[in-house]
Every structure is written in structure tokens, then in C-alpha cells.
């Protein structure tokens, strides 16, 4: 056997994942003859036929099959030698795209990546946001490495990983009169401020209402936590929000905060493609954003 090329090999795995060599060109951003040809020679170099054609779709062959079965331990052997080579060197930690949503990047990732940057000087980390539609199409064109988005997401290419609880609850302006059990009925009777239409929080809120029997016709729907949370402070109404934007200190300043009834949640989870190779800084934001798990769920206390 000649020498194993591993972005032959790389190639390879994302032909049987999309099942053509066009629609793996387009995700590897090449050519689809530069694809064929890379997959050609690693055929050579094993000697073997490791794709053929069923119909339309690209299958593996036998050979193929039993290549795919050494595939991830081979993706695996190379990352912990990189990681080996890069805990004696002091070059980049690499480059690391973290894909979330506004109000997770505002509340939840400061100190993740405040502990990162400390740990690792030379990572250069970007920051993109959207809802979770968006984030799993960047992920899914590898435009994005990372994402850390509302569940539910799916794909056959994705890892996924859940790692938090987060309760949503009311905020009311101090003045505002509450009964004991913030139930949707009770949100029918009160002007209400939400998020505005097209994500998750605000689906996740439409449906809470809508279980309980209401539909509610908000006073203002915004695309901003803190421009909710300001119009609340001024009097407007009330609003539904989840609770990591509450939980630090100060952040209730002249707000009251209830909890819902029956209790609201969403979950949060980090996605990743499975056959995204990790350099040391993926590696080591993964394991951090996978480690919110151990810091407990963000709940009304």
C-alpha cells in the first residue's frame, strides 16, 4: 500500500455521506472531477474499488464497507497526534466557528469563551448568530464548525449532544398585579411583549400559550432580550423569557420574575458534523461548551 492521503481519504467518507459525487463537490466546495479524481487515487493507492454506482446513488463496495469501518479511528489517530505535536510547540491553537443564538451568546458564552481565550491565546474564535434553522444549514455546509442552538434540531450528518435545561418565566414591571400561578389565561388578560416570529423562543412561547387555550396578540414583538426586558422595566407589559437571561446579578433590577404554570423549558444541545475533523481548538471548544452540562440548568431559584 502506498501512502494513505488523508484528504483522499476525507473525500471518500463525504461521497457515501451524500450519496453523489456532485453534492459532495458542493460541500467540500471542489470540483466534482477534482472529487473523482481524489477518490481515483486513493483507489490506487489501496487498490481496490471503493465506490460504485447503484442507480443514481454512489455506494460503498465491499472494500469500501470495510475502509468506512476504520475511517473514525483513523479521523481519531491523527487529531490526538496533532494534539500531541501542539502541546510542544507554541503555534495556533487554530480557528474555531461558533455558531448560537442571540441571547446564548449574550448570557452563556462570555465566561466559555473568556476561559477559552485564556487557555488557548493564539485561537481565533468568530461568532455568527441565528436561530436554529440558520445554524444547522451553516453547520451542514461546513460554513460553521460548532453550534450550540435550541433543540429540536436533526440530521443524519450531526452529532448531537443536549447539555441544558433553560425554564422560561415571566417578567412583569413591579407595579403590575400577579395572581399566585402564571398560567396563559392570566398572560390573556395582560398586555404581553415576545420575541419576534421565526425562532425557536418564540415558538416555544406560541406553543405554551396555545396548549393553554390563548392566543395572544402581543403588544410588541422584538428581536432583543434587552430591549424586551427595558420596555418591561418601563411599564409596557409584561413578556415570556428564558431564564439565562435572568440568572446574573443586577440583571433584575426592577423587574418581578415568575416562574410559569405548568413550568416552560427549552433545551439546549452542541452540533457538530460527525465527519468534522477536529483540530485542538475544536476539540477543546467542544469539550467546553459540552461541560455546561455539569454546571446545572438554568432555572428560577
Avoid at 494534539?83 to 487554530?94: K, L
Avoid at 487557555?119 to 474564535?125: G, K, M, Q, R, V
Avoid at 390563548?214 to 423569557?241: D, F, T, Y
Avoid at 485542538?280 to 452540562?293: E, H, N, V
Amino acid at each position: 500500500m502506498k501512502n494513505l492521503n488523508l484528504d483522499y481519504l476525507q473525500s471518500f467518507l463525504v461521497v457515501i455521506e451524500c450519496g453523489s459525487f456532485s453534492a459532495a463537490a458542493e460541500r467540500l466546495q471542489l470540483t466534482q472531477p477534482a472529487v473523482s479524481l481524489q477518490v481515483r487515487q486513493l483507489e490506487r493507492s489501496l487498490n481496490a474499488t471503493l465506490i460504485e454506482r447503484v442507480g443514481r446513488k454512489a455506494r460503498p463496495t465491499a472494500a469500501g464497507t470495510a475502509l468506512l469501518a476504520h475511517a473514525q479511528q483513523i479521523n481519531t489517530a491523527v487529531a490526538s497526534a496533532v494534539d500531541a505535536v501542539a502541546n510542544h510547540t507554541t503555534g495556533t491553537a487554530g480557528r474555531v466557528r461558533l455558531g448560537t443564538g442571540a441571547t446564548a451568546c449574550i448570557f452563556l458564552l462570555p465566561p466559555i469563551l473568556r476561559e477559552l481565550r485564556t487557555a488557548f491565546p493564539a485561537l481565533e474564535i468568530t461568532v455568527t448568530t441565528g436561530n436554529t434553522a440558520e445554524i444547522a444549514r451553516a453547520i451542514e455546509d461546513n460554513t460553521i464548525d460548532i453550534g450550540l442552538v435550541t433543540m429540536p434540531v436533526s440530521g443524519r450528518s450531526f452529532e448531537i449532544t443536549p447539555v441544558l435545561n433553560d425554564e422560561f418565566v415571566l417578567i412583569a414591571p413591579a407595579a403590575m398585579p400577579l395572581p399566585a400561578r402564571i398560567t396563559p389565561a392570566v398572560l390573556s388578560t395582560r398586555p404581553v411583549l415576545l420575541f419576534e416570529p421565526g425562532g425557536h423562543t418564540r415558538r416555544i412561547a406560541d406553543e405554551w400559550l396555545a396548549r393553554g387555550g390563548v392566543s395572544i396578540k402581543p403588544l410588541m414583538s422584538l428581536g432583543s432580550v434587552e430591549a424586551i426586558k427595558e420596555m418591561v422595566r418601563a411599564g409596557l407589559g409584561c413578556a415570556i423569557l428564558p431564564g439565562m437571561a435572568l440568572s446574573a446579578k443586577g440583571r433584575q433590577r426592577d423587574l418581578v420574575v415568575r416562574s410559569l404554570s405548568p413550568k416552560l423549558h427549552r433545551r439546549l444541545a452542541v452540533v457538530v458534523r460527525r465527519d468534522k475533523r477536529l483540530d485542538r481548538g475544536l476539540r477543546k471548544t467542544l469539550a467546553a461548551l459540552k461541560a455546561i452540562s455539569q454546571k446545572g440548568d438554568h432555572h428560577l431559584g
